[in-house]
């Protein structure tokens, strides 16, 4: 089901509820979210807003879709339940998420809109991460708030989405690292991290140990897991 032009034209001509998006967000969810459509896909979306986000996703994935939604407030009046599931509940709050995952099971995408607040989206990746498909997508978007005092930001301040996603990083590419164990489950789990202008998004897929190959002449395999970890300057691709 190609059309990746969907979002976009949906937004600019809601028929629906309000709304409230960037509008360079359509691509990048487009670039995520596409390989789901038509299916029965698990998607939780962090944050109600006027309820018109909900029905876009619904449109957009289909009628197979498992279409849950989370916000702190009740506000249910604004979710058609033929459109999706609603619950009531704090993002940060394991209980209601382990009710999220036990009802619907394991998720395929998270999409956090909730609170904005760095330390909530941090516990609640922490939490849900875990617990999805594994090749799932979550995604973090707003995450310019981790500029914003008011929500607990402030250029490079420890704590912060956005750093705490670049500590991130080096355990994606825990391998290569001797002062990171040899084992890191979200290194083992995670394919990228895609990081555009106020979102976040991370991909997972399992992922076996790292392999090399020099191709042409005597060509060898190498297995870098296996293998002492060569000086910096001999480094496969060096």
Not at 15 to 41: A, Q
Not at 115 to 123: A, G, P
Not at 210 to 218: D, F, K, N, R
């Amino acid at each position: 089901m190609e059309d990746n032009g969907f979002l976009h034209r949906y937004y600019l001509n809601n028929p629906g509820r309000l709304m409230h998006k960037w509008i360079h967000y359509f691509d990048i969810y487009e670039d995520h979210f596409s390989r789901y459509r038509g299916t029965d896909v698990r998607f939780l979306e962090i944050g109600v807003g006027r309820g018109g986000s909900q029905q876009m996703w619904r449109d957009y994935f289909g009628p197979d879709a498992d279409i849950v939604c989370l916000d702190l407030e009740d506000l249910s009046d604004r979710v058609d339940p033929k459109v999706a599931t609603f619950y009531q509940g704090d993002e940060t709050d394991t209980t209601v998420l382990q009710r999220i995952v036990d009802e619907h099971g394991p998720l395929d995408v998270v999409l956090d809109d909730g609170s904005h607040i760095s330390s909530h989206m941090v516990k609640t990746f922490e939490f849900l991460y875990p617990t999805m498909a594994p090749d799932g997508v979550y995604m973090i978007e707003d995450v310019h708030a981790s500029y914003s005092p008011p929500h607990e930001g402030g250029y490079k301040r420890a704590g912060t989405i956005i750093e705490y996603t670049k500590d991130l990083l080096d355990r994606l590419n825990f391998t290569y690292v001797k002062e990171l164990p040899r084992d890191d489950k979200f290194g083992r789990t995670t394919q990228g991290i895609h990081i555009y202008d106020s979102i976040i998004a991370f991909e997972r897929r399992p992922k076996a140990h790292p392999q090399w190959l020099i191709t042409g002449g005597s060509g060898r395999l190498g297995d870098w897991a296996f293998q002492p970890r060569p000086p910096v300057h001999d480094l496969p691709g060096d």
